[in-house]
């Protein structure tokens, strides 16, 4: 694994949690081949307006433009959007000036937060830990890159269901104990 020690806290920890949660029960049955190839950019943010936050999405969307070995950035605030409600405002701010700024077509939006709940949940469904991470983060992802990878997996349909099923079968307690788990300091 990737030597930690050097690196801001919100990219070890999210770092561990794409590692030890995503990878390792597949919930991004494509984030292995990222992850191996080094090409995940890690970005940490102190913006805590959702001004700020969303200039900095624009400008790691033209990064990504400028740097095609960079596959996809994960852009985790440090100290804003805490409030899952504000942090969903932030989502709505930042796909709109997608669309705005003209990534539209090129660039999607995935997001987590550690209080992630789904509009048709509620908080004590596990399914929601299957976007719960350390850090509210904005993932930005190539869509030509995406629909290379959905166009080679075999029914990329159920693999929203495939996670829903494996976080509740392992339940609240599982999923909290680890995303804790990468919150602790590395050694």
């Known amino acids: 694994m990737t030597e930690l020690i050097n690196l801001s806290l919100p990219e070890q920890q999210t770092r561990e949690w794409v590692s030890s949660v995503i990878v390792k029960y597949n919930f ?47 852009l985790m605030f440090e100290q804003g959007f805490t409030d899952f409600e504000e942090f969903l405002d932030l989502v709505d701010l930042a796909n709109a000036l997608l669309v705005a700024q003209g990534f539209e077509g090129k660039y999607q939006i995935a997001n987590f937060h550690p209080d ?25 992802i190539r869509e030509a890159s995406m629909s290379a990878a959905l166009d080679e997996y075999n029914e990329p349909e159920s693999i929203p269901e495939h996670n829903i099923n494996l976080a509740r079968r392992k339940g609240i307690d599982f999923w909290q104990t680890l995303l804790d788990n990468c919150k602790k300091p590395s050694m």
């Not at 805590?48 to 200039?55: E, F, G, L």
């Not at 033209?62 to 960079?70: A, V």
């Open 28 to 74: 991004c049955p494509f984030a292995r081949k990222e992850v191996e190839s080094n090409c995940i950019h890690y970005q940490t943010s102190g913006a805590t307006s959702i001004d700020d936050a969303v200039m900095e999405m624009i400008e790691q969307c033209i990064e990504l433009d400028q740097l095609p070995e960079r596959e996809t950035t994960l």
């Open 116 to 140: 992630y709940v789904f509009a048709d949940s509620d908080d004590s469904d596990a399914a929601n830990y299957t976007n719960r991470a350390p850090f509210p983060t904005l993932h930005l």
